[in-house]
């Protein structure tokens, strides 16, 4: 119709709009680490120039999610025979209150006695254990972020379960939301981390997105809000 606007060209607008912005802002950002290692860690050479250290030699992790079906009798066996340095439990969501729902089969599994086992198992090998917690569905995404009162909620309560099971951690893993909630989506890992970090000072928070640029954007966020750990 005449004077409407073609809708796939319209999503696409903003698609390329997206991308962007995500490829300006991790441009601005390496460009001031670039300038901050520089002008902080360059060695003086005898012609007068600085020599930019070179970035150090990565660690290894290897980091394995559990997702709730998989935990069986036999599963702790099977993680203790493997090489895995990093353990998410997968994984807890939160109910229309903003409580941890505790009638979902995956909180009755992760916090049951074999996600229970799995956690006292990797405490005796030295290895690190997290917690994923999923938010899934628009409606359910919408109504999440545009509350600050139901954020608070969910986050008091993944922070009394990382307590509650001595875990080193939370994986967050949001899918499906309006682009628009993205900075809010940032604010909240954000303020998770902090809350997390409060009650334990090592606690640490992984996240998972999307590849396209929806998920590159919400990388970002999350990476600038202070996220440990980031999976596309």
Do not use: C
Not at 21 to 27: K, Q, Y
Not at 105 to 121: C, K, L, Q, Y
Not at 182 to 197: D, W
């Amino acid at each position: 119709m005449a004077g409407r606007p073609d809708g796939r060209r319209l999503a696409a607008a903003i698609r390329a709009f997206l991308i962007i912005g995500v490829v300006l802002a991790l441009t601005a950002a390496i460009s001031s680490i670039g300038r901050t290692n520089g002008a902080g860690s360059g060695a003086s050479t005898a012609g007068g120039s600085s020599a930019v250290a070179r970035p150090g030699v990565p660690g290894h992790e290897v980091y394995g999610f559990v997702p709730y079906w998989e935990m069986d009798d036999s599963i702790a066996a099977h993680l203790r025979a493997t090489d895995t340095t990093t353990i998410g439990l997968f994984s807890v969501t939160h109910a229309r209150s903003g409580a941890i729902d505790a009638d979902q089969n995956g909180f009755r599994r992760v916090t049951g006695p074999v996600g229970r086992r799995i956690v006292a198992d990797a405490r005796a090998a030295g290895r690190r254990v997290e917690v994923a917690w999923t938010s899934f569905g628009r409606a359910k995404n919408d109504r999440l972020f545009a509350s600050l009162e139901l954020q608070d909620r969910v986050i008091e309560g993944l922070v009394e379960l990382r307590a509650d099971l001595d875990v080193d951690g939370i994986a967050v893993d949001v899918e499906e939301m309006d682009e628009a909630d993205i900075p809010a989506y940032g604010l909240f890992v954000g303020r998770l981390r902090s809350a997390l970090r409060a009650a334990a000072p090592a606690a640490t928070i992984t996240v998972t997105t999307g590849a396209g640029p929806q998920g590159a954007a919400m990388a970002l966020a999350a990476g600038l809000a202070g996220a440990d750990r980031i999976f596309l």
